[in-house]
């Protein structure tokens, strides 16, 4: 990694695709530091090899009415480049999306070059192909960009976006908690999220580190809870978080967030021992 006047960070695979971020999306467009800001501006830091994903950030922000500047960061010239392009033929209404979109796009890495501070930072399936020493430096240099308030959200998923986990994290760099969100429809245990697992936790899912005591227990929950599958995937994971409630999880949200497939815990739930 370069600090000083450049960008920050080192290039990487640029895979992308339309909806895969959709799950993270949603999450967003409810948190209270993208509600309670003034003209938000939200970074999604890292795009990939086209904006697709910005402009579906853009448009579900919108959608969930709390609309938002959205400003594509990469630091790969010509995928900037190739989401110009894209903006421009927005503009002139030739895509799927908004010729008013609330997009744009420059070139920049964690240094995070905005014009303002940002209520929320979306990186994601960025820091996968970096080395978990890198985390604590990277998460740091995005935070310090934040407004007071804000969240990055560092997080990682497959390429269809039906299996994705993050973790939001402070303007003091803290971690806040990690999310686990899966389409359930068809899903056989929760711990195939073990794929796609932030950085910070993907090599600390082994006996005796919290995260596997957290995905074996959503596991062993889940089994449990196979009785409900005849009122529906919604209602045996409602179980499923119920039990590990009841067994002494932190469980943070709510059910409406329960039955979209998610369940959150505090950091300090999974972190690494
Ligand atoms: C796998 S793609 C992910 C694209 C998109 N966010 C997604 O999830 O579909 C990762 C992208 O992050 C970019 N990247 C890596 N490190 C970065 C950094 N420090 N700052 C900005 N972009 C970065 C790479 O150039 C690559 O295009």
Redesign the pocket.
């Known amino acids: 990694m370069r600090a000083g006047t450049q960008l920050?960070?080192?290039?990487?695979?640029?895979?992308?695709?339309t909806n895969?971020?959709r799950r993270v999306d949603r999450w967003i467009a409810q948190l209270p530091a993208l509600r309670a800001a003034p003209g938000p501006l939200v970074v999604d830091?890292?795009?990939?090899?086209n904006g697709v994903?910005t402009f579906e950030l853009e448009s579900r922000l919108h959608r969930a009415g709390a609309g938002a500047d959205v400003l594509g960061?990469?630091?790969?010239p010509e995928?900037v480049a190739t989401a110009q392009g894209q903006l421009e033929r927005t503009r002139r209404g030739e895509t799927v999306f908004s010729p008013a979109a609330r997009v744009t796009f420059a070139r920049?890495?964690?240094e995070v070059p905005a014009p303002r501070r940002p209520a929320v930072i979306r990186a994601?399936?960025?820091l996968r192909q970096y080395d978990e020493a890198d985390v604590p430096a990277a998460w740091a240099q995005m935070a310090a960009r934040l407004a007071p308030e804000g969240v990055l959200v560092e997080g990682t998923c497959d390429e269809i976006g039906r299996v994705a986990s993050w973790i939001d994290v402070g303007a003091d760099a803290r971690p806040l908690r990690f999310t686990v969100s899966l389409r359930l429809h068809g899903l056989d245990r929760p711990s195939i999220v073990a794929e796609r697992l932030p950085k910070a936790l993907i090599h600390r899912n082994v006996p005796g580190e919290r995260v596997h005591a957290w995905l074996s227990a959503l596991d062993t929950e889940w089994e449990r809870a196979a009785g409900h599958a005849v009122f529906g995937p919604v209602q045996r994971w409602l179980a499923t978080v119920a039990a590990l409630r009841e067994a002494g999880w932190p469980i943070d949200g709510t059910r409406s967030r329960w039955r979209l497939g998610e369940v959150s815990v505090p950091w300090r739930a999974v972190a690494p021992a």
Do not use: C, Q
């Open positions: 920050i960070g080192r290039p990487t695979r640029g895979t992308t695709g895969r971020l830091l890292g795009f990939g090899a994903t960061l990469e630091l790969d995928r920049g890495g964690f994601f399936n960025v």
